[in-house]
């Protein structure tokens, strides 16, 4: 059986910093064209390399949602 090659990914990069803004507001203005206000922040997900060095690996989006639904506040 002949294994499967990746390819490399052409799509938004979510992770970096520039994406996952992106996401972020996605989500917000899904949302808000709902009728909800929902709030989204980064949160840097930071690592050490082998020297100790740390650094910013990915980006996590946050948001003041509980169980993945708006709180209920309704947009202005």
Not at 54 to 62: A, G, K, L, V
């Amino acid at each position: 059986m002949e294994k499967k090659r990746h390819t490399q990914w052409s799509g938004i990069d979510w992770l970096d910093q520039a994406g996952a803004m992106a996401l972020a507001a996605r989500i917000s203005e899904f949302w808000a064209a709902k009728g909800h206000i929902v709030r989204t922040w980064l949160d840097p997900i930071r690592v050490r390399d082998a020297e100790g060095r740390e650094r910013i690996s990915c980006y996590c989006i946050r948001s003041d949602m509980v169980g993945g639904l708006p709180l209920g506040g309704a947009a202005q």
